[in-house]
């Protein structure tokens, strides 16, 4: 499915919903300005852009926010501001206690918690601009970093990335947010991962075949293909740690 721009305004009761969440918000910031969308997405019910030169954040809401309490204004701040765990956290349990307002969904079907901006990658930039640059803007996804997790510890495998069909969802492992990761690797994963809805699974020989012939040599059109796997081999160790 594809889904058409909207052109016409929003009607005056989500216009003064918005106004009024975004003062909430911004009462709990020492500085900055928030520009509020409420959304009715059934995927995304947080997204948020940081324009750090001009401490502006643009934040996508779904409209379960738009009568929340002051303890969740005060965690949206925490989290569209700092990017704040333990915010992160409140959010998420208010998310699942709000998610049989999300279209189609109900309690017994948690809602997928979509947060965009990591500690030190911006998956919203990340795929903006590789759809842009590589796919004239047509793949239609959401993008999250996946769930925390505790204690570090050496995994023997870690899957950096997926793509579900049916939600339209592409999923990145937060063991890539950190500060050694560098930009052009998370890109790499991103694009890997947005190739998906490109290119369907076929069956070969009674079996699915994830990366066709095809699907692989799109993939080596990824400008830093060499780089980003030679660097792949060299932190392998330090990825899996997490
Ligand atoms: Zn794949």
């Known amino acids: 499915m594809r889904r058409a721009k909207k052109s016409a305004e929003p009607p005056q009761e989500i216009l003064d919903a918005q106004d009024s969440l975004e003062r909430r918000i911004r009462a709990h910031m020492a500085r900055g300005r928030v520009v509020v969308t409420l959304t009715d997405n059934r995927y995304t019910m947080i997204s948020v852009r940081r324009f750090p030169k001009d401490r502006r954040y643009e934040v996508r809401l779904h409209h379960m926010f738009a009568s929340a309490d002051p303890v969740i204004t005060r965690a949206l701040a925490r989290y569209i501001a700092e990017n704040d765990a333990d915010a992160s956290r409140i959010l998420g349990d208010f998310i699942d206690d709000n998610s049989d307002h999300v ?140």
């Open 103 to 242: 279209r189609g969904r109900s309690r017994r079907t948690p809602t997928t918690l979509i947060f965009t901006a990591g500690e030190h990658h911006d998956l919203r930039s990340i795929f903006d601009e590789l759809n842009e640059r590589y796919f004239d803007n047509r793949i239609d996804a959401a993008i999250t970093w996946g769930a925390r997790t505790g204690r570090p510890r050496r995994r023997n495998s870690i899957k950096m990335g997926s793509y579900s069909v049916e939600d339209r969802l592409i999923r990145i492992h937060r063991s890539l947010d950190r500060a050694f990761v560098p930009h052009f690797f998370v890109a790499w994963i991103v694009f890997h991962e947005m190739l998906h809805q490109v290119h369907d699974i076929r069956v070969k020989n009674g079996r699915r075949e994830f990366h066709s012939k095809e699907f692989l040599a799109d993939e080596a059109q990824f400008e830093q293909y060499d780089e980003a796997r030679s660097w792949e081999r060299r932190h392998l160790d330090a990825i899996l740690t997490y």
